[in-house]
């Protein structure tokens, strides 16, 4: 269950959306639990990482006003983008197969749309946890994400 509560308000805060009592055969659909809540920057909305893979989240989009839920992209939400040309995108971990002839798997950290439109990774997430690489990036633009 995701629950909204205002700072500072008396009383329970409202419940704004419950998680599915079943998982249904699409993990794109999945959302029976749910965890690491982000706001949107007009607070219209709140992303949220979805149970769905075996070796990936999925984030999930709600509407604050109508409820409504959607899948957005596989992978875990870190982050919103606050300043700059990349203001409101989410920053999203995603776990990824190299094509062969390589192979194997790596965990870059994308910069998403709301829609789901993948726009770049994060240089050098690709080779390291994430976390250093994205604040190294953001640092060098100046731009702040939380």
């Known amino acids: 269950m995701l629950r909204i509560e205002r700072v500072g ?3 329970p805060g409202r419940v704004l959306i419950r998680g599915q009592a079943t ?3 699409d993990p794109k ?3 029976h639990s749910f965890d ?6 007009d607070g219209d909305y709140i992303y949220v990482e979805a149970s769905a893979w075996a070796t990936s989240p999925a984030v999930h989009q709600v509407n604050i006003k109508t409820r409504a839920e959607r899948f957005v ?3 875990g939400v870190q982050s919103i983008i606050r300043t700059g040309p990349y ?4 920053l999203v971990g ?6 062969g002839p390589q192979f194997g798997s790596y965990d870059p950290v994308d910069v998403v749309r709301p829609d789901g439109e993948v726009i770049l990774t994060v240089p050098g997430s690709e080779t390291d946890e994430g976390e250093p690489s ?8 100046g731009w702040v994400a939380s």
């Open 73 to 75: 992209v596989d992978g």
């Open 29 to 31: 659909r999945a959302f």
């Open 9 to 11: 308000a008396s009383g």
């Open 23 to 25: 998982a249904p055969q």
């Open 94 to 99: 995603r776990h990824k197969y190299h094509p």
């Open 36 to 41: 690491h809540p982000v706001w949107s920057l």
């Open 87 to 90: 203001r409101g995108m989410l």
């Open 134 to 141: 994205v604040g190294r990036w953001l640092k060098a633009h």
